[in-house]
């Protein structure tokens, strides 16, 4: 069993910049890669950003250049940089992990960010 705690969502304008945070624990030795998710008002949720264990990023179109995601093995926290924030990336943000089996997949409860004109 993995926990998933967020912070750092919030309100900003449009070309500002926030970063999230998702710290991971309990059964934490079993992660292989983590990423963010996002979910706009009456939209699907969509795949942002991807990190492996190795630390390799992914990162959709969308995003590519202005977001950044990292990872501290050591504290078992993966970070979302989110720079040039359009209005467009307003969501609600979801930190997952997931490991070799898919019954391994563990999902944050989500953090809203907003961004203004």
């Known amino acids: 069993q993995v926990q998933l705690v967020e912070s750092g969502g919030g309100l900003v304008q449009a070309g500002g910049s926030l970063r999230l945070s998702c710290a991971a624990s309990?059964?934490?030795?079993?992660?292989?890669?983590m990423g963010w998710y996002r979910q706009a008002p009456l939209k699907q949720r969509e795949a942002v950003a991807l990190i492996t264990s190795g630390g390799n990023g992914n990162y959709a179109d969308s995003v590519k250049g202005r977001f950044t995601i990292s990872r501290d093995n050591a504290k078992n926290t993966v970070y979302l940089q989110m720079n040039s924030l359009k209005p467009e990336d307003t969501a609600v943000y979801y930190c997952?992990?997931?490991?070799?089996?898919?019954?391994?997949?563990?999902w944050g409860q989500g953090t809203q960010v907003t961004v203004s004109s």
């Open positions: 309990g059964s934490i030795f079993s992660i292989n890669d």
């Open positions: 997952r992990a997931t490991g070799w089996s898919r019954a391994y997949d563990y």
